[in-house]
T-cell receptor, first 109, second 117 residues
Framework: GQNIDQPTEMTATEGAIVQINCTYQTSGFNGLFWYQQHAGEAPTFLSYNVLDGLEEKGRFSSFLSRSKGYSYLLLKELQMKDSASYLCAVIDSNYQLIWGAGTKLIIKP | EAGVAQSPRYKIIEKRQSVAFWCNPISGHATLYWYQQILGQGPKLLIQFQNNGVVDDSQLPKDRFSAERLKGVDSTLKIQPAKLEDSAVYLC???????????????FGPGTRLTVL
């Protein structure tokens, strides 16, 4: 079966750094997305990785290791507005998007 | 550019009633998706359209759910009759590329929050 694992919930402090991990077992791999979803709102695109390595975009970075079936999203200089759920999604061999359940990130002052 | 539009934003119905949701994707986007998202879970794909053809409806409960995209633009999702477990947010998304050409970012609408009593 296809499976994506993320921690259910994480807590971090404003101004700090947090790393949200995602491991996947899918039938094939054609890329990995990270989306941010604020409570009661639709998911919004954060990053896309298809090759191994780190992609940096401002305060957010995403890393991929295809051999390990592993990705992480790194958030720096945390702000209160970063409190949200972070969804990992993998494109499988049929180009279908498989979604994780999301990690709820709580930022404390 | 205008985003994905959905209506209504909220709907409350009793079980066994019918309900319909509407989605207007971003102009020019050939691929349209309907997702069901239950609180605390990731989105679950119900159906994917490429223009007005169905690409994947393997997780659509076809005994009660139906969807159409007649002219390859707007789409409607219907539930008839609704059950308590259908309470969820129904998200519509669109992208400019389909599964054959490759993959592109999905843009989501605001969703319709359905409560079945």
């Amino acid at each position: 079966g296809q499976n994506i694992d993320q921690p259910t919930e994480m807590t971090a402090t404003e101004g700090a750094i947090v790393q949200i991990n995602c491991t996947y077992q899918t039938s094939g791999f054609n890329g990995l997305f990270w989306y941010q979803q604020h409570a009661g709102e639709a998911p919004t695109f954060l990053s896309y990785n298809v090759l191994d390595g780190l992609e940096e975009k401002g305060r957010f970075s995403s890393f991929l290791s295809r051999s390990k079936g592993y990705s992480y999203l790194l958030l720096k200089e945390l702000q209160m507005k970063d409190s949200a759920s972070y969804l990992c999604a993998v494109i499988d061999s049929n180009y279908q998007l498989i979604w994780g359940a999301g990690t709820k990130l709580i930022i404390k002052p | 550019e205008a985003g994905v539009a959905q209506s209504p934003r909220y709907k409350i119905i009793e079980k066994r009633q019918s309900v319909a949701f509407w989605c207007n994707p971003i102009s020019g986007h050939a691929t349209l998706y309907w997702y069901q998202q239950i609180l605390g879970q990731g989105p679950k794909l119900l159906i994917q359209f490429q223009n007005n053809g169905v690409v994947d409806d393997s997780q659509l409960p076809k005994d009660r759910f139906s969807a159409e995209r007649l002219k390859g633009v707007d789409s409607t999702l219907k539930i008839q009759p609704a059950k308590l477990e259908d309470s969820a947010v129904y998200l519509c998304a669109s992208s400019s590329q389909g599964t054959v050409e490759g993959y592109n970012e999905q843009f989501f609408g605001p969703g319709t929050r359905l409560t079945v009593l």
